[in-house]
């Protein structure tokens, strides 16, 4: 079985938003990281090298195939800024309805700026999945 190639570490998450080039993408990192540190109540770690990762759970696939991963996360892309909702969005019809100009895969939301979206129903969105992870998989 493949292991995974996007693992926790211990680098720093201040020096990776840092070196984040675009200000204003860098801003909206640092505004995105508070929110998530509030929703999860979790300190912030890099997970590979350009993903920002708060708490984890532990999953078990049928296959057999387990291992642990984030709760919520974000990185900034050269394109949007991706936000991780793990359990991903059919839950959420009518949060995403008032969310404001974004794009959505299976766990990912990107947004190519916070200001495109209303920032408060992000927090809703971010605080509602992360208290489903701790529902199912316990905090």
């Given at each position: 079985?493949?292991?995974l190639?996007?693992?926790?570490n211990?680098?720093?998450v201040?020096?990776?938003i840092?070196s984040?080039?675009?200000?204003?993408?860098?801003?909206d990192?640092r505004r995105?990281?508070?929110?998530?540190?509030?929703?999860?109540?979790?300190?912030?770690k890099m997970?590979?090298?350009?993903?920002?990762?708060?708490g984890?759970?532990?999953?078990?696939?049928a296959?057999?195939?387990?291992?642990?991963w984030?709760?919520?996360?974000?990185?900034?892309?050269?394109?949007?800024?991706?936000?991780?909702?793990?359990?991903?969005?059919?839950?959420?019809?009518?949060?995403?309805?008032k969310?404001?100009?974004?794009?959505?895969?299976?766990?990912?939301?990107?947004?190519k700026?916070?200001?495109?979206?209303?920032?408060?129903?992000?927090?809703?969105?971010?605080?509602?999945?992360?208290?489903?992870?701790?529902?199912?998989?316990g905090?």
């Open positions: 079985m493949a292991e190639k996007t693992k926790l211990d680098a720093s201040d020096d990776f840092e984040v080039e675009d200000e204003s993408k860098r801003d990192c995105v990281l508070e929110l998530m540190k509030n929703a999860t109540g979790e300190d912030p997970w590979g090298s350009s993903i920002v990762g708060f984890t759970y532990h999953y078990k696939y296959s057999g195939r387990e291992g642990d984030m709760k919520t996360g974000f990185s900034p892309r050269k394109q949007n800024l991706t936000i991780y909702i793990m359990d991903g969005f059919g839950r959420y019809d009518e949060l995403m309805s969310l404001g100009k974004h794009r959505t895969g299976k766990s990912c939301l990107y947004v700026r916070l200001s495109d979206i209303d920032f408060k129903v992000l927090e809703k969105l971010v605080k509602a999945s992360v208290r489903h992870f701790d529902q199912k998989y905090k």
